[in-house]
């Protein structure tokens, strides 16, 4: 009866120790403006997703191991992998704005009325289409 005892005792410590590395995920994103924007935040592994509250806090499924990741259009993309105490507290993640340096830019004197009928005659284009090293069927034939 005391090894019966024992084996129930080691099979109700593990089961619970495997639940507490599996549940909700929740955690506080910090970021420049995040209040006026939204954040992806997938779960890689069982690809499930949500988005963050405006105070920038989120909860998602998850468990020990799963990759999360974080994106979003103003922000760099942020992965972490989900370890057994992250379940214990809210996480804080940290996001950097995104910075896109542009190569070139053109600035012409064209005045525009804002009517996109109006100001599509006045435009003089040229087609902006490089097919070099663009494999396509219809440029076999």
């Known amino acids: 009866m005391n090894k019966h005892f024992l084996v129930l005792n080691f099979f109700l410590l593990f089961s619970g120790f495997t639940w507490a ?3 909700v995920f929740s955690g506080r994103i910090i970021a420049d403006s995040i209040s006026f924007r939204e954040v992806n935040v997938v779960n890689l592994n069982s690809k499930q997703g949500t ?3 405006s105070d920038g806090r989120f909860k998602i499924s ?3 191991g799963d990759s999360l990741f ?3 259009l103003q922000y760099e993309p942020y992965q972490i992998t989900v370890t057994a105490e992250d379940f214990q507290v809210e996480k804080t993640i940290y996001l950097l704005l ?3 340096e542009l190569e070139e830019v053109n600035i012409s ?3 525009l009325t804002g009517l996109l009928d109006k100001d599509v005659e006045a435009l003089e284009t040229q087609p902006y289409f490089n097919l070099l090293g663009f494999n396509s069927p219809l440029l076999a034939a």
């Open 109 to 111: 004197a064209i005045n």
């Open 21 to 23: 590395q599996e549940g």
């Open 62 to 64: 998850a468990k020990a």
């Open 70 to 72: 974080f994106s979003s």
């Open 51 to 53: 988005i963050n509250q």
């Open 98 to 100: 995104l910075v896109n």
